[in-house]
């Protein structure tokens, strides 16, 4: 603990800026370290708080850049086969990238259905519950019948271990490692040869989802419920533009009455 100070958080923050890591993430890993510490500080180890006049990374869900239907069309096939399972099951399904990578055969519970049960855990690189979810709690998702192709055809082609699709490229017995895709993800970026909006990241393929979902009218109770969000609040904080139009037409409903 007597090696933190304000350099080392920041640099803990530049490190996650240029990983790639989405802001969501980075408030969130922020949000964490600082409870340590000021604990720490209360407690006696530091003399001086360590996160004084640092500041902290700013998740604006106004900031939330989601890509376009072509664009995506664009994207899902700009990598490996592993990238374009794991960009239709986001995009299509609402996975977090960590429920992406545990994706299981065995777990199409129905022709239009995936049960997410599990996540690769970025740290211990192991399957683990879902994020707000006790072990042994799974969410069902609609899976489009493409999603449902890729995951059929990925299971054709590469096969599966234990049904599990992807799993490391070097050693079958481990888990699909996370920076697979990120590092992916930066070249695509880095190659300037397709069409990426301006401060998307992978967590754009998600937020595609929730943007289809609500511009094709399904409640956003539901969306709340397939993406896994603890409250439906995160997913009206997040997603509350995607709805322009709902106050004024509700308003030229109440009004309905209120003129008659």
Not at 25 to 31: C, E, H, K, S
Not at 86 to 92: R, Y
Not at 122 to 128: D, F, G, I
Request: charged share 25%; net charge positive.
């Amino acid at each position: 603990m007597n090696t933190f100070d304000h350099k080392v958080v920041e640099g803990f923050i530049r490190s996650m800026e240029r990983n790639g890591v989405g802001l969501a993430a980075q408030a969130n890993a922020f949000d964490k370290l600082k409870a340590i510490l000021l604990d720490a500080n209360r407690l006696g180890p530091f003399d001086d708080n360590p996160v004084a006049g640092i500041k902290p990374p700013q998740y604006d869900p106004r900031r939330v850049v989601i890509p376009s239907p072509a664009q995506l069309h664009q994207i899902r096939t700009a990598g490996d086969d592993s990238f374009l399972l794991v960009a239709d099951l986001m995009s299509g399904c609402g996975m977090r990238n960590g429920e992406a990578f545990a994706v299981n055969l065995n777990n199409i519970v129905a022709d239009d259905v995936y049960r997410i049960t599990e996540q690769v855990n970025r740290t211990t690189c192991q399957y683990e519950r879902l994020k707000h979810r006790k072990p042994g709690e799974y969410r069902d998702v609609p899976l489009p019948a493409r999603v449902r192709q890729t995951i059929e055809w990925y299971a054709g082609k590469h096969g599966t271990v234990d049904g599990y699709l992807l799993r490391h490229p070097s050693d079958p017995s481990r888990t699909f490692p996370h920076y697979h895709i990120a590092n992916q993800w930066q070249r695509i970026k880095k190659a300037g040869e397709i069409d990426i909006p301006d401060g998307m990241v992978v967590y754009g393929l998600r937020h595609f989802f929730a943007s289809n979902c609500l511009t094709h009218n399904i409640p956003i109770t539901d969306v709340a419920e397939w993406m896994g969000h603890k409250t439906i609040e995160i997913t009206f904080k997040i997603y509350r533009h995607l709805m322009p139009g709902s106050i004024s037409k509700a308003a030229k409903i109440l009004n309905l009455d209120l003129a008659a």
